[in-house]
């Protein structure tokens, strides 16, 4: 019961307009450093008023943030107190020291042991599926969407019966480029290329830098996903220490081009990165396009969830800082807009018609329907409506499930704390193996997905990925509380082992 | 004027129920042989009855049919007579005696030659276009399939919210299986892999049974789109003489097998082959199947016209004699059901989990919408009578534009006779350069598709492929004149030059 809390809020500056997120950041520094225990009367509404300089909405805004993060309780008539510490550790930065180990290129049959996981997974009677990076469906516009797919086939119910075009839906296209400009992207709506899903832009992507045989450098942990397209193009994986907090290391991908030479591409997540959820700091972002221009090395950017980064924090694409062409830029809005719809798309920077001519070759160009379904709602202020939502349902579920994972799990957890998004990553302890969690869970029917998945190594098999994309309920939090029990349970069976 | 006449029948034995069909290749074997001439008055309709012993109905079927070829018209109260022969040739069979010298197998830069042509394509303004593969919008069910979507949206709008699931719909997967019982296909619903178009079904099939620098047989001419799929993986096209009356020549396979040992596989649209149209017999499936097997090269058959085959002809799959899983079946229904829908199917063989797995890292399952909406459609009778409708009015446009190929391009044309399919072949006289022809076209707003993008080798530079997709309209007769124009412009050129 020792262990330091878990921190809600980011270690990276805030924007100075959020004055409640500064005031509830300074009071949890408090909890933190024990200058505030578990049991105190918080200062009431007037006082923190008073003593900061704040407003009434100011102040509110400071306690109910604490609340919702699980730090305070509200009693009535009686104001807010701070509740016990929880039993979770932060997971810590990178340890760049043990950078080196990590650094030979693999090419482990990672398709194996994933399909292994996804096959028992779907062998299985799922009740409760924590496995996924995916959101529930409600959180999504549901009758929005519906009433915009079929506004488009009572206006154009040709879209289905007559050939594609060469290229994208051009209204799709112009809402893409338009809305990109927000996380620094300067684009030509002729320059967006929609592809099925962000997956097919990789694989666009790595196809156009890259051969078969040839290193590609990868974050890890990384997205299981990207490590089955490299295995699946013949190429080969080496991966780079990446943060909880700060993502992809700057410093680790140089060293690894010092000592490895040709690294034909770096795959990077720089805005909640998956599995652990970082956002890379505007510096490390710019280090990261400057040194992959300067070694001739292109960046291909995975940037599917910077929709659901909260809007105080940045979350610029690495593109913002590309001068030469060298990103590629690749998107998705299976997370943002419509899981049901794979929709992404890409800008292919100095390998554009290279893409293009791969795109053409493998698929085509995207169904035209979905398109402009999607731009009909897109266009329409209800669009940025959803997303706010979506952001807030998002945070108060990371906030629910890490409080019950604080509450259930075994002393020695530790978790990270992402600024926005629906993962959680969970390191076990005393190294507990992720698989043995993963099959005892999978049988009373609750599906994580173990760490294993997630690198080409090792090195992550006491880790587990848990989504919290579902409204938390009551039959959430007994999952989750079961799921505790079964780490333990698997921790007493590794002592007596 | 003195060329061999256009004969509008196939050379296969037709079906025994099809009396007409054999009434009227009766009198156009006549025809053509000179024992009927051009203003002659045919036997009556009672005549007929009585000397060849069939109904009322039988007799009149086949003066339609000869009617509606172009062989015979109508005049009023005087019965049929017999048309001038056409200006046109039959294109003959593969010359075997020529197949060593095509054999080399290539790697040309097929892409940039087809590149400049879509490029000047597409700069142009066209108010014709003969120049695509598709039919016209107006010839697919646009009402029923735009309920149907309506439908699928309504009762089940979370389709678009939801995460996709692994595989594909099961509705749909139902259809496919049991439509392809008629082709001659056994299949589990579960072994049916839904895609993006066929394309990306012959993309994962040649990347499931070869690699980069592997060699695999084709048919000559081919679909420009297959050279450019092999051109995008990095391996190499051996091209193999194709008959426009029975498709791919068995013996020239063999030929290449004894002369050039391993050849990964050969991609072979069995049914309807594009540009050529013709649909292979039997007894050559069946050896193709055979040969492939015995020599361990993997047959990879690109079945998307079959749905568009007269029902009176046989177009069995290869799949059908497949013993030892050794044929990709891959189809679309593109052409048939929707061209803006863009599914396509395959079922892998021996090489199902590879290609299933290398599905998931492409582009993962295809959206379940399309899918849900198609399914509905496909498993009302609609969708049989859409087939008969859709089948009938290509016949109309084939016939009708062949007829308008006659009269206005000059004697020495050439062209093929396809049982089905909206696709005209055809050889332009004195080895004309069609490239010349496409150019002076576009000038004049017509698209056409010249024959250099047909093939690797520059063997059918003198070709042209025109779709006879759209209803026949005096717009397309008056764009079809003014084409025979510019060939006889050309070839006056060619003579100064």
């Known amino acids: 019961m020792n262990q330091p809390p878990l921190p809600l809020l980011p270690a990276r500056p805030l924007s100075p307009q959020l004055l409640y997120r500064q005031l509830a950041e300074h009071y949890l520094a408090a909890i933190q450093a024990g200058a505030l225990t578990p049991g105190e009367r918080m200062p009431s509404v007037r006082e923190l008023m008073r003593q900061h300089q704040v407003s009434l909405s100011t102040a509110l805004q400071a306690l109910r943030y604490l609340e919702q993060g699980g730090w305070l309780e509200a009693r009535p008539r009686s104001g807010y107190f701070v509740l016990p510490q929880r039993r979770l550790a932060l997971l810590e930065e990178v340890d760049l020291a043990a950078v080196p180990a990590l650094m030979s290129a693999q090419y482990a ?191 291909i950017e995975d940037d599917s969830y910077s929709e659901l980064v909260p809007e105080a924090s940045s979350a610029r694409a690495l593109k913002a800082w590309d001068r030469s062409g060298n990103v590629i830029y690749c998107a998705s ?48 202020p209800a669009y940025e409506r959803h997303l706010r939502r979506l952001r807030e349902a998002l945070r108060v579920q990371r906030a629910r499930t890490a409080e019950a994972i604080a509450t259930h799990f075994p002393a020695g957890t530790r978790i990270n704390t992402p600024d926005g998004g629906a993962l959680l990553w969970v390191e076990l302890p005393r190294q507990l193996a992720s698989k043995a969690v993963f099959e005892a869970a999978l049988r009373e029917g609750i599906k994580i997905a173990p760490g294993l998945m997630f690198s080409n190594s090792n090195r992550f098999d006491h880790y587990l990925r848990l989504c919290c994309g579902q409204p938390f309920t009551p039959r959430i939090e007994q999952g989750i509380k079961r799921l505790g029990a079964i780490v333990e349970e698997q921790l007493a069976q590794q002592l007596t082992a």
Request: hydrophobic share 45%.
């Open 109 to 299: 049959g990672i398709h194996e042991r994933v399909s292994e996981v996804i096959a028992r997974g779907r062998a299985s009677t799922v009740t409760l599926d924590l496995s996924s990076a995916s959101c529930a469906p409600e959180l999504y516009a549901v009758e929005a969407l519906k009433n915009a797919a079929i506004r488009t086939l009572r206006q154009r119910p040709q879209v289905l019966t007559s050939m594609m075009s060469h290229s994208a839906n051009p209204a799709f296209r112009q809402i893409l480029a338009k809305r990109s400009l927000a996380i620094g992207i300067q684009l030509a709506p002729e320059e967006v290329i929609v592809t099925h899903g962000c997956i097919e832009a990789i694989n666009l992507a790595l196809r156009a830098v890259a051969q078969p045989g040839d290193t590609i450098a990868v974050e890890s942990p990384t997205y299981y996903g990207l490590l089955q397209v490299l295995e699946s193009l013949g190429m080969r994986a080496l991966e780079i220490p990446t943060s909880a907090r700060t993502g992809i290391s700057v410093e680790a991908l140089q060293l690894a081009l010092q000592t490895y030479g040709n690294i034909k591409a770096v795959v990077v997540v720089p805005n909640l990165q998956n599995p652990l959820g970082s956002i890379m700091p505007d510096t490390h972002k710019e280090q990261l396009v400057a040194l992959c221009e300067q070694h001739g090395m292109a960046v």
């Open 333 to 380: 809005l299976n997370k943002v807009l419509a899981p049901g719809m794979r929709l992404g798309w890409m800008a292919g920077g100095r390998w554009q018609a290279r893409i293009e001519m791969l795109k053409f070759a493998h698929t085509r160009a995207n169904e035209e329907w979905a398109q402009m379904a999607a731009a009909d709602f897109m266009a329409s």
